[in-house]
C-alpha cells in the first residue's frame, strides 16, 4: 500500500504563477473577511508581532528600572503596572495565540492535505475574538490599569484600586474563547479532513504538537473562563466566593487558575516542540529519530499536564499532602520531554546539518529547554521550592521555557515556513547573526536570574539590595543586546518583502505536503489531490541549482521505493 | 417544500445521523420525569450520607438517558462519547484535587478575619460590628 | 488518555468517494448536495465534522459548568450545615416544576430533530416553539423564585445581613459612608474599588466585616467568644417586620450567605445559558418555517438540540443538589 509518489515540482510550478493565496482576490475587505486559514494565520501572526513588540517595550522598561536599587525611571506603582502588562500581554496575546493560532492556522491544514480548517468562519471569528480581546487589554490601560500580576490572585485583584481590573478580565475572557474555538477547529480539522493515505502516524510531528495543544486549549481554557467570570462578579457584586473575610476561599482560586494556568504553560510548550521536530529533522536532512515517541509523547505531555498544576502552590496555603502529591506528579512531565529531547539529539547525530537559520533556532532551543526544563526540575522538588518559590530562579526558569523555548521555537517556525508565507527568502546571513545575538542576549539576560534568585532576590520587587545591583546591570545589559537582536531579525524580515529573492517551491528539503505546494501556496493549497508518503524520508531529495531548492530525484526516488518495499517485505 | 425534499432518503436510513423512533423519545421522557419524582421523595427519607449519594446517582442515570437517546449518543461515533466522558473525567479529577486539598488545610484555617485587621477593627471601634449596627436600628 | 487510539473513524472512506474529480466547486457532491462546503467532499464528513465540533464545544460547557461544581463541593464540604440549612429556603415545588419544564422542553427538541429528519416542516416549527415555550417556561418560574429570595434578603454576600429596600438600612450605610473617620489612618477609604476585602475594614464597615458573622464567628476563628455574644445581640435588635425571616432565626448556621452565593452564581449562569438557548432556538425557527431543512440537512437543528441537552443535562444535577439536600 505504500507507493511513495511525490508530484514533480515542474508541474506544480505552473500554477503558482497564476494563483496564490496572496493575489487570489485583492482589497482590504478580501482580507478582512477572508476566510481562507492562511490569511487569517498571517493577519494573527501581523498581530502577535505587534503585541510582541509591546510586551518586550515593557520588558525593556523593567529592566532599565531595575538597573538601580530604588527609582530608576518609573515610579514603584507605575513598576508593578509594567510588570502586569509585560505578563498579561506575552501570555495572553502573544505566546499562546502565536504558534497554533498564526503559524498552525497557517501551515496545519496544508501539512495535512486539507483545503482549509473545518471551520472557517469560526476561524474568522476566533481571530476577530482576539481583536476584542486585545482591545479591552488595551482599555485597561485607559481605565487605569491594573497591578495584579499576570495571575490575578485573590485578594489582592479583588481589591486593589487600579481601575483597569475588570477591563483586562473581560479581554482575558474574550481571548480565551479566541483559543478554546482555534483548539476546536484544529481538532475536528485532523480527525475529518484527513485526505486519503494520510493517517495518523504519517501526520507530520507538528500536527500532533497542535492535536495535543488543542486538547489542552479545549480542556482548560473554559476553566479559565469561569474563574475570570467568578472574579469579576466578585469584584462588581461581592460575591465572595474568593473572599476569606466571607467565608470564601482564596486557595480555590488558585486551583481554579492553575487548572487552566498549568495546562497552558504547554499550550505555549508542545507546538514549539513540534516546530523543532520539524527543523531538526528537516534541516538535517535525517528521518526523524523515534516518530512514535515523540507523536505520544506530545499527547502524554497534554494529559500529565491537567494533574500537576498544584506545584504553584507549594507555599500558598495548600496543604501537605497536596503539596507532596503534586511534587511527585510533577517530576513525570519530565519523562515525556526528556523523550523528546532525546529523539531529537538521535536526530541530529549522523545528520547532515545544515546550518540554516531555522535550523540556529533549533539548535538554540534544545540548548535553552534542557536548561528551562532542568530547572523546572528544582522547583517541583518540594522542599528546593520553598526556598526558591517567587525568586528571580522561578522568573529565570520561566522564560527560559517561554521565551527561551516557546519564542524561539515560534520565531524558527517562522523562519522555517516564511518562504511558503511570503514567497519570498530572507537574507540568511543576517537571520543567522540576529539567531546567535538573541541567544547569547538571551543567556545573558536570563542565567544571571537563576543567580539572583538562588541568593534571594524575590520577583516583582521594585527595590533591592545593592548586592544584587551588579546582576541586575548584566541581565539589563543581556536585555538590550537580546532586543538587538530581535530588531535585526525583524530588519531581515522587512528586507525580505521589500526584495527579497523568489523562493522555490522546496527551500529546506522538506517532505510534509506543504513543500509540495507552490509558494506562495495557491488559493485552495492544492491544485491536485496532494501524494501523501512518509515526511521524514529525505532520501529521495536532492538540491537542484536551476530552481534554487531542493527536488525529488527519480533514481533516488526508486531507490527509496525499492527499499521501503524491501522494509515493509 | 424545503429544496432537500427532492433527494427522498430512504425512510429510517437518512443521509447522515440517525432516525431515533419517536416512542423511544417518549419513553425516555417518560423514565426522567418518573426519576424526578423518585429523586424528590427520596429527599424526605433520611438515610443519612447516602442522601447525597442518592440523589447524585439518580441524576447520573437521568444524565446517562438524556445523552444516550436525546443527545444520540448511543448510535453516534464513539470518539463523541469518548469527548464528553473524557471531559467529565477531567471534572472530576479537577474536584477531587481540590476537595482533598481543601479538607486537609481546614483544621489550620481561620474562618473569620485575619488576627490583624480584628483587632485593629477592635481597638478603633470597640465592639465594632455591634455598637454601630444597633443603635441604628433602634430609632 | 486516548484520544491517538481512534485512528480513523471511519472518515476516510467517505472521502473516497468524493476524490476522483478532485478538489474545487465543481464536483458531483458539490452539485447534488447545495449546502456542501467547499472544503468538505461529502455531506456525511460535513455532517460528522459538524457533530464532532458541537461535542468538544459542549465539553468546554460542561468544564465551564465544572468548575463552579467544584465550587460547590469545597463549599459544601467545607460548610455541609449550611448547605442543608440554606436549602430550605428553596422552594422544592418550584424546582421540580422547572426540572418537568426542561425535560419536557429537551423531549419536544429531540421530536424536533426527528421531524426535520423527516422533512415535515410544520412538526418541527410546532416542537421549536413548543422548546421555546418551555424555555420560557423555565425562566418565568425561576424569575418567580429569585425574587421571592431577593424580596425575602435571601441573597448573595454582606447584603444577606441587611434587609434590602430598608430604610434602615439605606440611612446606615449613608451614615456609614460619612461617619468622621473612625477607620484607622494608615487605610485609605478606597474611591472606585470593590467594596470587600480585609484592607477595606476600616473603611467600609457597613458592608464588611461588621455585619458578616463569618467576620465574627467559626468553627476557628480568632476571638469566636466576644464576637459571638455581639452578633447575637445584632439579632435581638431587627424588627420582626422585617422579610429578612432568616435572620430572626438563632439556629442558622453562620456563613449561610454562601449558600446563597453560590446558588446564585450556579443557576445565573445556568439561566443564562437558557436565555442563549431561546436566541438559537428563534433563529432556528426562523430557518425552519422558511423551509432550510429537510433529510439531508439538518445539522442546525441538530447541533442546537445537542446544546439544549446539555442546558437539560446541567440542570438535571443543579436539582438535587441545591433542592434537595436533607
Known sequence: MTTIVSPRPEALDTSASTDNYLTFTKGFRSWALTLDHKRIGVMYMGAVLASFLVGGIFALLLRTELLTPGKTIVSADMYNQFFTLHGAIMVFLVIIPSIPAALGNFVLPIMLGAKDVAFPRLNLFSFYLWIGGAMFTLYSLAAGGFDTGWTFYTPYSTTTTTGGVIPVLTGVFILGFSSIFTGLNFIVTVHKLRPPGMTWFRMPLFLWALYATAIIQVLATPVLAITLCLLIVERLLNIGIFNPSMGGDPVLYQHFFWFYSHPAVYIMIVPAMGIISEIISVHSHRQIFGYRFIAFSSIAIAMFSFIVWGHHMFVSGQSGLMNTIFSLISFSVAIPSAVKTFNWTMTLYKGTISLTAPMMYGLSFLFLFTIGGLTGIHLATLNTDVHLHDTYFVVAHFHYVMMGSALIGMIGGLHHWWPKMTGRMYNEKTAIIASIIIFVGFNITFFTQFMLGSQGMPRRYYDYQPEFQIYHVISTIGSYIMAFGFFLCASCFVQSLLGGKKAPVNPWGGRSLEWQCSSPPPHDNFSSPPKVGNCYDFSMLRWDEKEQGYVVDKELEAKSIAAEARGHS | ?139 | MSHASVPHDGHSSHADAGHADGHGHGSAEHSKYPFLAHHFETPVQQFDSAKLGMWLFLATEVLFFGALFVAYAVLRSRFPEVFSYGSHYLDTVMGGVNTCVLILSSLTMALGVYFAQRGKRIALVVCLWLTMAGAAGFLVIKYFEYSHKIHDNLVWGPSFYIPPHDAIGEAESVALAHAPAPAPAAVPAPVNSAPTGVPMIGARPAVDASVIKPASIGPGGLGAGVVNSASAVTFDVIPSQIPAAHLEDPNMPPNTHMFFAIYYAMTGLHGFHVIVGMVVIGMLIYRATRGDFGPNYFTPVDLVGLYWHIVDLVWIFLFPLFYLIH
Open chain 2, 1 to 139: 417544500m424545503t429544496h432537500s425534499h427532492s433527494n427522498t432518503a430512504n425512510e429510517g436510513h437518512p443521509l447522515v445521523g440517525h432516525l431515533v423512533p419517536v416512542s423511544t423519545l417518549v419513553a425516555t421522557a417518560s423514565a426522567l420525569l418518573v426519576l424526578t419524582v423518585i429523586t424528590v421523595a427520596v429527599r424526605y427519607i433520611d438515610i443519612g450520607e447516602f442522601n447525597l449519594w442518592v440523589a447524585i446517582g439518580i441524576a447520573v442515570v437521568k444524565a446517562a438517558l438524556v445523552a444516550c437517546f436525546f443527545m444520540h449518543l448511543r448510535w453516534d461515533r464513539p470518539f463523541n462519547l469518548l469527548v464528553f466522558i473524557g471531559c467529565i473525567i477531567f471534572v472530576i479529577l479537577m474536584m477531587a484535587f481540590s476537595v482533598l486539598d481543601t479538607s486537609q488545610y481546614r483544621a489550620t484555617q481561620y474562618t473569620g478575619n485575619p488576627p490583624v485587621a480584628q483587632e485593629t477593627l477592635d481597638a478603633n471601634a470597640p465592639g465594632a460590628p455591634v455598637a454601630r449596627f444597633k443603635p441604628e436600628l433602634n430609632p
